[in-house]
C-alpha cells in the first residue's frame, strides 16, 4: 500500500494518475529561483525520481528566491545541496544529482535518447537554454521550460502556453530566435509573465562565478513571482505525466476539473508517458 503522504494527489488524480506519477523521471535543470520550487512540488507530489542538475554554488544574495536553501549551504553545489534536503524530506522520491553545465557536449550523456525523463527547464541563462530545449525537440524528450521570472512582483500576469505564441517577456523572445537559428521550432509549453520587468544591474562580483558561461548582470528579484513560475513548470510537467498529452490542459478545459477520482485518464496514443521502472 502507498504512503499516506499521497492520498490527497490519489483524490484528485485518481489511482492510475498517481501511479504514473510514482513511475515517473524527471530531470530539474536549474535550481535558482524557479527551479527551487519546481522541484520541491514535483518531489511532493511524489514523482518517483527526480535528476536535479545544476552547475552553479549557493551564494548569500540568492537566498531571499530559494525554497530549499539555507545560510549554512551558502559555498554548496546548487545540485548537491537540493538533493540531499528532498531525499530528506520526500524519501519516497529517489533524487540524484548532476553538477554539469548544459551545453551541447554534455547533453547526449545527460539526456540520452530513449532516457524516459521528461525535462523541466529552469534555467536563467540563454545559450544553455536553447540548447537543451533545441537537444529535447531533436531526441523526443517532453519538454517544459520557464522564462524569466526575476524583476517581476505582479502574479496575475504570468500565463502558461506556447513559446512561440507568448507575448511581453524579452528572455522567450531571445530564446525564439536561438532556437530558429538551430531549426528548433518544434512545439514548447513555457510559464512567462507579460509584466514589463525592472532594468538589470551591474553584476555581483562577490559572488561565486562559474568555470562555464559569463558574467551575468544582477536582476531585481523576489520570492513570490519564481515561486509562481516554478509551481506553474511543476503542474505542466505533472499534467503531462498523468495525461501522457501535450499542451496545456487548462486551456482545454478552464473548468479546472482534469478527472474525477479514480476515473481514469484518456491517454491518446502515441503521446503516453516515456516508460521508467515502477517505484518500489
Request: glycine residues 12%; proline residues 7%.
Amino acid at each position: 500500500m502507498m504512503e499516506r503522504r499521497f492520498d490527497r494527489v490519489r483524490d484528485f488524480f485518481g489511482e492510475g494518475g498517481l501511479k504514473r506519477i510514482r513511475s515517473a523521471r524527471v530531470l530539474v535543470a536549474g535550481l535558482g529561483g524557479v527551479g527551487s520550487h519546481c522541484a520541491s512540488a514535483l518531489a511532493r507530489t511524489g514523482v518517483g525520481e527526480l535528476v536535479l542538475c545544476d552547475f552553479d554554488r549557493v551564494t548569500e544574495t540568492s537566498l531571499n528566491r530559494s525554497a530549499l536553501f539555507g545560510p549554512g549551504d551558502v559555498g554548496r553545489g546548487k545540485a548537491e545541496a537540493a538533493a540531499g534536503l528532498l531525499a530528506a524530506l520526500c524519501p519516497g522520491t529517489r533524487v540524484g544529482y548532476r553538477t554539469v553545465f548544459i551545453h551541447s557536449d554534455t547533453l547526449p550523456e545527460l539526456l540520452p535518447r530513449d532516457c524516459g525523463l521528461i525535462a523541466a527547464d529552469a534555467i536563467d541563462s540563454l545559450n544553455p537554454k536553447a540548447e537543451l530545449i533545441s537537444w529535447c525537440l531533436a531526441q523526443g524528450i517532453p519538454v517544459f521550460s520557464s522564462m524569466g521570472a526575476a524583476g517581476r512582483r505582479n502574479p496575475s500576469m504570468v500565463r502558461v502556453g506556447n513559446l512561440w505564441e507568448s507575448r511581453g517577456c524579452p528572455l522567450a523572445r531571445q530564446l525564439r530566435r536561438c532556437l530558429a537559428k538551430r531549426n528548433a521550432m518544434g512545439e514548447v509549453e513555457c510559464v512567462y509573465s507579460e509584466e514589463r520587468p525592472l532594468k538589470p544591474l551591474p553584476p555581483d562580483r562577490d559572488d561565486a562565478l562559474t568555470v562555464r558561461g559569463r558574467v551575468r548582470n544582477r536582476l531585481p528579484s523576489l520570492m513570490t513571482v519564481p515561486g509562481v513560475f516554478g509551481y506553474a513548470l511543476a503542474q505542466l510537467v505533472i499534467d503531462w505525466i498523468v495525461t501522457g498529452v501535450g499542451g496545456n490542459v487548462w486551456e482545454s478545459n478552464p473548468s479546472g476539473v482534469v478527472s474525477a477520482p479514480d476515473a481514469g485518464f484518456e491517454v491518446r496514443e502515441g503521446h503516453q508517458s516515456p516508460s521508467a521502472p515502477a517505484h518500489p
